[in-house]
């Protein structure tokens, strides 16, 4: 099943693909929120732009987010003082809740309708007030309106919320859309089913045709080239798993569990009537190898609400730093014209209004130095909370070296219908599913971006890179970067051949 924006947002008529050459002022790499807003702005300027998008407009992270427009990012202020600094900490904060303000300019201003509506942002606890309470003191001291509540609209008993009133929420995916149509309309060019094979210096490089432009603006999600930059040694990607209900009683505010991965909440129209987004989880990617996450989903959402009933289920991938702020600035100090915004840590709606507020600042030469900023790219330094850091090379590493669990080839017709696993045969491992015809798609079993073994997603039916993400669908098409080819290119037709007789 697809997101309730997806679902909304049927019926588009397709953009023309790059076909030969093509020459702009700026290109941009991915026609999501990111990229679409950054493209609007540049062309806002006067800057000819053209975004080159994957798929469709949207359709990536953008199309699976529950679009909650805020600058309340679980529990992060006390964090980012202790970590960055007042200053620092300040800024995102600033920015953050600039992004809100500006959201609501731009809808308005372009008469955008995508069920924008402002609406209190909380995160509840369900483990005592402290952190809470220590949440609220940081966020009033960088200049937030904070307040604690007591009770909430939440179907539970809690120990208390941390409100931030005056946020809002929309539909992102119609936004997107309506904000790469007033793009289009200033002058920009948008390319659809026009993936990015590679760069050299300024051109851009796709199956049909290539870019040459002044400024290249990364906004693809995860950064596709590997050196420079070396995003790859410093993020992970995680997916979260979402069910949208009907039967459920509206709820005015959105809310998030102060534990990182418990029940998020928010209400959207779909249609004519009121459904619940219930999100949850926080698995990394490649690591969902067991399965079952929607089904624990809707079973903890009919705990709560007895008469609910499952309206879609989507889940979604984001990429994490490994200090939690994004990168949002020049790709590396070797490439001066490269423009980067990649990990947003789940918190992608307001901070890609601040990426594209930066990069078009940078991009027309208006922006301070970056060295001070909290986002800049070429930050690097050991942090008191960056537990994760140990954790995220792990992975990666262990993603790298892994002798993955695989089945004999002879026992391939064990493997159940609709299932896919890591298959060895002749010393060579490969990765093979069975559909429900149990037809078997065979391909290797190695990510083409930096080789790691991929796993099975049995909820997702995907094969997964457990070292920075990568997905692919079970004919090997690629579904999220940072490779850039699919799997079925690698295939090794004569082994894949005596596998399958
Ligand atoms: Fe990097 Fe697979 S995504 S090795």
Redesign the pocket.
């Known amino acids: 099943m697809a997101s309730i924006w997806r679902e909304k947002n049927v019926g588009i008529v397709p953009r023309a693909q790059l076909q030969g050459e093509f020459e702009t002022e700026a290109a941009v790499i991915g026609g999501g929120l990111t990229g679409i807003l950054t493209a609007y702005r540049l062309q806002e300027q006067g800057i000819k732009t053209c975004v080159l998008e994957a798929d469709a407009v949207g359709s990536g992270t953008t199309g699976g987010s529950t679009g909650k427009i805020t600058a309340q990012h679980g529990l992060i202020y006390a964090k980012l003082i202790h970590d960055f600094g007042r200053a620092q900490a300040r800024e995102y904060a600033r920015q953050n809740s600039a992004a809100v303000e500006a959201y609501a300019r731009l809808i308005e201003k372009e008469g955008i309708a995508c069920d924008f509506a402002r609406c209190s942002a909380y995160v509840y606890s369900r483990d005592g007030m402290a952190a809470l309470r220590e949440e609220a003191e940081a966020a009033k001291r960088l200049g937030i309106d904070a307040v604690l509540a007591e009770v909430t609209k939440l179907p539970f008993q809690v120990d208390g919320a941390l409100c931030f009133p005056e946020q809002a929420r929309f539909d992102p995916l119609a936004f997107t859309r309506a904000l790469a149509a007033c793009a289009e309309r200033m002058g920009a060019t948008i390319f659809e089913k026009t993936r990015v094979t590679g760069l050299e210096d300024m051109r851009i490089f796709a199956a049909q045709g290539t870019v040459k432009a002044k400024h290249i603006v990364f906004a693809c999600h ?1 950064p596709i080239v590997n050196i420079p930059g070396y995003y ?1 040694l410093r993020m992970s990607q995680q997916r979260s798993f979402a069910v949208a209900l009907r039967g459920v009683p509206s709820l005015s505010g959105v809310y998030i569990d102060q534990q990182q991965g418990g029940l998020s909440f928010r209400s959207a129209r779909f249609g004519e009537e009121d459904v619940l987004i219930l999100a949850a989880y926080d698995v990394r990617s490649g690591k969902n190898t067991v399965g079952g996450k929607y089904r624990e989903l809707l079973s903890a959402a009919r705990k709560l609400y007895p008469d609910c009933e499952l309206v879609a289920q989507w889940s979604e991938q984001d990429c994490r730093t490994v200090d939690e702020v994004p990168y949002i600035g020049r790709y590396s100090a070797e490439t001066p014209n490269w423009y980067v915004a990649t990990g947003f840590n789940k918190w992608g709606i307001t901070n890609a209004m601040v990426a594209a507020g930066r990069l078009s600042s940078l991009i027309m030469g208006e922006a301070a130095e970056e060295e001070e900023s909290i986002y800049n790219p070429a930050r690097f330094k050991l942090l008191p909370s960056m537990k994760n850091l140990a954790g995220d090379a792990g992975n ?1 590493l262990a ?2 070296a892994k002798a993955a669990f695989s089945i004999p080839a002879e026992k391939l017709t064990t493997l159940p219908r609709g299932e896919g696993s890591i298959v060895e045969h002749a010393g060579e491992k490969y990765a093979v599913y069975r559909d429900e015809a149990g037809e078997t798609h065979v391909l290797p079993s190695r ?6 073994r ?1 796993e099975w997603n049995p909820d997702d039916r995907t094969w997964e ?6 997905r692919f669908g079970i004919d090997g098409e690629i579904l999220s970067e ?2 850039v080819h699919g799997l079925a290119q690698e295939k090794d037709n004569a082994c894949a051949d005596q596998l399958i007789k």
């Open positions: 995860y790859f990666a993603g790298f990510c083409p971006h930096l080789g790691c991929l890179c457990p070292c920075h993400g990568s940072p490779a």
